[in-house]
T-cell receptor
Framework: DTAVSQTPKYLVTQMGNDKSIKCEQN?????MYWYKQDSKKFLKIMFS???????INETVPNRFSPKSPDKAHLNLHINSLELGDSAVYFC??????????????FGPGTRLTVL | KNEVEQSPQNLTAQEGEFITINCSYS?????LHWLQQHPGGGIVSLFM???GKKKHGRLIATINIQEKHSSLHITASHPRDSAVYIC?????????????FGQGTRLTINP
């Protein structure tokens, strides 16, 4: 049973297209995250939702829009894709972002390549 | 300068050697996390600590809050320990903890 799953695993698309990445967790956690890992393997948080409410919104272009239909799902929609969006996107979940000591569980990642 | 700095960036060692990876941070933290990223890309949380020391199998993590420094040690290293090890600090924003990551240490253990 996969704890945090993402689809698709690989995504290759043309500049200017709109695409979505889906994330689901079956751990019963309240908080979910999206991270971007660049070509140098550096991870950075993009968004965090707690119980469907946006908690963290880093300086991410408006072309990126997270959607949380329920607390088990956090999808990432990207409009007008650019070359610089090419990266690995990781979804993660944790029990509750407000806890000082809160372990995060990561999905397998989605490798996005924009041509 | 990154808020979380790891050293070394790359480390190659022989099987059986004792490994140490260091992490220094400059922000106030609620907890420090050590993560392992496998060659296949998956990320696993190894430790979360806010004081002292934790041990799990051959892995030991320590933290010195006053010096803002943590170390990850691997005893009797094995080729399967080859991975990228990432230090991350939990930093509070209005009650919400977000992780700030180091740049990672790529560890290669040769047989």
């Amino acid at each position: 049973d996969t704890a945090v799953s993402q689809t698709p695993k690989y995504l290759v698309t043309q500049m200017g297209n709109d695409k979505s990445i889906k994330c689901e967790q079956n751990l019963g956690h309240d908080t979910m995250y999206w991270y971007k890992q660049d070509s140098k393997k550096f991870l950075k948080i993009m968004f965090s939702y707690n119980n469907k409410e946006l908690i963290i919104n880093e300086t991410v272009p408006n072309r990126f829009s997270p959607k949380s239909p329920d607390k088990a799902h956090l999808n990432l929609h990207i409009n007008s894709l650019e070359l610089g969006d090419s990266a690995v996107y990781f979804c993660a979940s944790s029990q509750d972002i407000r806890l000082r000591t809160d372990t995060q569980y990561f999905g397998p990642g989605t490798r996005l390549t924009v041509l | 300068k990154n808020e979380v700095e790891q050293s070394p960036q790359n480390l190659t060692a022989q099987e059986g050697e004792f490994i140490t990876i260091n992490c220094s941070y400059s922000v106030g933290i609620s907890a420090l996390h050590w993560l392992q990223q496998h060659p296949g890309g998956g990320i696993v949380s190894l430790f979360m600590l806010s004081s002292g020391k934790k041990k799990h199998g051959r892995l030991i993590a320590t933290i010195n809050i006053q010096e803002k420094h943590s170390s990850l040690h691997i005893t009797a290293s094995h080729p399967r320990d080859s991975a990228v090890y990432i230090c991350a600090v939990g930093s509070g924003i209005q009650g919400a903890q977000k992780l700030v990551f180091g740049q990672g240490t790529r560890l290669t253990i040769n047989p």
